[in-house]
């Protein structure tokens, strides 16, 4: 007998700007991913000034979900898939982000690929806005630097919501939102906010400002959508690496938990409705007046979300410096490898274990359900003469975070809605904008140039998890 739900959402996730292609079709305006370079060998991506470039936008093309979305989901519901979590284009529903009336026929789009879910028994589970923000939105307002912002997310928000109200009942605000806490990275807070830092900024100021303007409109969303339909699930989305001391040390211990604070503070905010002691505390000590008004105070009240989604690829590791005494811990340069656990070619630290630490962290801070909405193996996969991929390497990782899952619920009593391995077919990398570092059940014939006939084959993986779900996790 399984240990998990008997309804347990087994799945598999994507998001709309790395697989539809049809960047500018259906009315579709530009989004920030529209706009970002490829970058390839530790280049990292750019936000050009949208100065469209050809092949140098591979998701424009992307892997043409858009056209071929009947064929692949039809490999879904092959793999008896429970659920398919991907997102909708901002830009597909408000081009510029800031109209009045949204546009019908990306309206109708994700009608059709809803419907089409459902004829096979597959619940969508939907991401409002995963780093495809409205690029307009960003030249006329400075993205989400400015409180505006607030209105045109909800709109959007309350659009989708009404409309596909009978169709979708699991949604999440924003993807992976406390990515932006490495405020030092370009890419990270530029496709959470829209926001392109100007030298001499604060960026961190910045960012804490940009952060709470998405929180509040996540909360109001949160309200309105439970309004609209009082059986939505309305979930947050964080990028969890849990963020572990490199010692026993103390002080290695506090650099942890400081570090913790710095990454998650969103899921406080997002779960509980006010702001933790620990960062307003911190607000003070940095001089950080930010805008937050009593009634935005009020709204983070009235829309805390219904479960906690998160992806979980790697763990971190952190440790104390002689020179930091407060733990004023810093992304982008307080990260130590871990010495004993190996990482991808990307240099992601493989931990299974982690994964339960996670589920642990956030259950008993929260007692909140959970759902892994992420999770997986980015790899460069080859093909066999015959055109077959044995990927155990990618198997032998699910296996590894699965069997992980399974006694986090069965040891630990922790409540797991599902889980949607990420990139469940091959697609647009995030981080580097290219097709060759791949996640997928299913091949796509195309390469990091653009070339390939788009055809979808079976990876070996597809038979494995097709049995991982008939069994409910049983047979790994
Ligand atoms: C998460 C994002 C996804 C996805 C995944 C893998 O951060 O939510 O959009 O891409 O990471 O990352 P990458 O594509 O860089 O391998």
């Known amino acids: 007998m399984s240990s ?40 990292p991506r750019e936000i050009t000034n949208g100065v469209l470039q050809g092949k ?3 998701n424009h093309e992307g892997i043409d979900f858009y056209t071929h979305y009947k064929e692949d989901i039809k490999l879904f519901a092959e793999m008896g898939f429970k659920c398919f979590r991907t997102s909708i284009a901002w830009t597909r529903i408000f081009p510029q982000g800031d109209e009045s009336e949204p546009n019908e026929l990306g309206l109708k789009f994700y009608d059709e690929l809803f419907d089409e879910c459902l004829k096979y028994g597959i619940e969508p589970v939907i991401t409002l806005s995963h780093f495809e923000m409205p690029y307009h939105l960003v030249t006329e307002y400075g993205g989400w630097r400015n409180r505006k912002m607030i209105d045109f997310f909800v709109r959007f928000a309350e659009v989708c919501f009404t409309r596909y109200k009978d169709k979708v009942k699991y949604w999440m605000t924003f993807n ?19 926001i392109a ?32 339909n009082p059986d939505f699930q309305i979930g947050c989305m964080i990028a969890m690496c849990p963020i572990y001391p490199l010692s026993c040390k103390p002080e290695d211990m506090m650099m942890s938990v400081s570090a913790m604070h710095k990454r998650y503070w969103f899921t406080d905010v997002h779960v509980r409705g006010y702001y933790p002691g620990y960062l307003e505390k911190y607000f003070q000590r940095k001089g950080f007046n930010l805008d937050i008004t009593v009634e935005d105070k009020l709204l983070l009240l009235e829309g805390c979300v219904d479960y906690i989604g998160f992806s979980y690829y790697m763990s971190f590791t ?60 980015g790899a460069i996969d080859q093909l066999n003469s015959d055109g077959t991929i044995d990927d155990d390497y990618r198997i032998d990782y699910l296996k590894a ?19 949607t391995p990420w990139g469940c077919i091959d697609l647009v990398s995030a981080g580097t904008g290219e097709m060759k570092k791949r996640y997928g059940f299913i091949y796509v014939d195309k390469d990091n140039e653009g070339q390939g006939t788009l055809k979808r084959s079976k990876k070996k993986s597809f038979d494995w998890y097709k049995q991982v779900i008939a069994t409910n996790g049983e047979q790994l």
């Open 318 to 377: 952190t440790e104390s410096k002689s020179d930091n005494p407060q733990y004023d811990y810093d992304e982008s340069k307080d990260l130590v490898r871990n010495p004993y656990v190996k990482a991808s070619d990307w240099g992601w630290q493989i931990d299974p274990v982690g994964l339960r630490y996670a589920m642990n962290w956030f259950y008993d801070r929260y007692q909140l359900p959970l759902f892994i909405v992420e999770n997986g193996f």
């Open 401 to 419: 975070h699965i069997e992980a899952m399974k006694t986090a619920v069965e040891e630990d009593g922790i409540d797991l809605l599902g889980y």
């Open 4 to 43: 998990l739900r008997k309804d347990f959402l087994w799945g598999g996730a994507v998001a709309a700007h790395q697989l539809e292609g049809g960047w500018n079709k259906g009315g579709k305006g530009v989004s920030v991913a529209d706009v970002m370079t490829v970058g390839a060998n530790g280049v």
């Open 197 to 228: 830092y100007q030298p001499g900024e604060n960026r961190e100021k910045i960012m804490y400002q940009a952060a709470h303007y998405e929180l509040v409109a996540s909360a109001l969303a949160v309200k309105i959508g439970h309004e609209i």
């Open 56 to 58: 140098n936008y591979p």
């Open 176 to 194: 992976e939102i406390n990515n932006q806490a490495n405020y030092n990275e370009d890419f990270a807070p530029f496709t959470n906010s829209g």
